[in-house]
C-alpha cells in the first residue's frame, strides 16, 4: 500500500515557476516507478512525466518537454516535479502516481496509487 500527498500547487502567471511535491507513505517505495499526470477542465487525465525506482530514466510528454524536470529522493521518499516556463495551457490539477514496476511507464493503467491532486493554475 502507498498513499501520495501532492503538494506546491498554486496561481502564477506565464513564465513563471513552480516545483510540486509527492510524499509517499511505505517502505517499498524505492521500488515502485513514479509519475505525474494532468486534468484540465473538461478534458481527460493526461501523462505528463515518469520517473523510474532509480530515477536513471525519465519520460515526458511532448508538450512539457525541455520545461518541466521530474525527480525523486527515495530516502525521503518524495518525486518532485519542477516546472518552469510555465503557459496558461499547463493550468489542471496535477496528481501523482506510483506504479508497480521499476522501468519509467507512460501506460496510465500500470498507475495503481494516485494522489488527491494539486490544483495549478497559470495566468496569461
Known amino acids: 500500500q502507498v498513499q501520495l500527498v501532492e503538494s506546491g500547487g498554486g496561481l502564477v502567471q506565464a513564465g513563471d515557476s513552480l516545483r510540486l511535491s509527492c510524499a509517499a507513505s511505505?517502505?517499498?517505495?524505492?521500488?515502485?516507478?513514479m509519475g505525474w499526470f494532468r486534468q484540465a477542465p473538461g478534458k481527460g487525465r493526461e501523462f505528463v512525466a515518469s520517473?523510474?525506482?532509480?530515477?536513471?530514466?525519465?519520460y515526458y510528454a511532448d508538450s512539457v518537454k525541455g520545461r518541466f524536470t521530474i525527480s525523486r529522493d527515495n530516502v525521503k521518499t518524495t518525486v518532485y516535479l519542477q516546472m518552469n516556463s510555465l503557459k496558461p495551457e499547463d493550468t489542471a490539477v496535477y496528481y501523482c502516481?506510483?506504479?508497480?514496476?521499476?522501468?519509467?511507464?507512460?501506460?496510465?493503467?500500470?498507475?495503481?496509487?494516485w494522489g488527491q491532486g494539486t490544483q495549478v493554475t497559470v495566468s496569461s
Open positions: 520517473i523510474s525506482y532509480s530515477g536513471g530514466s525519465t
Open positions: 511505505g517502505r517499498t517505495f524505492g521500488t515502485y516507478a
Open positions: 502516481a506510483a506504479a508497480p514496476t521499476p522501468r519509467a511507464t507512460m501506460n496510465r493503467s500500470e498507475y495503481n496509487y
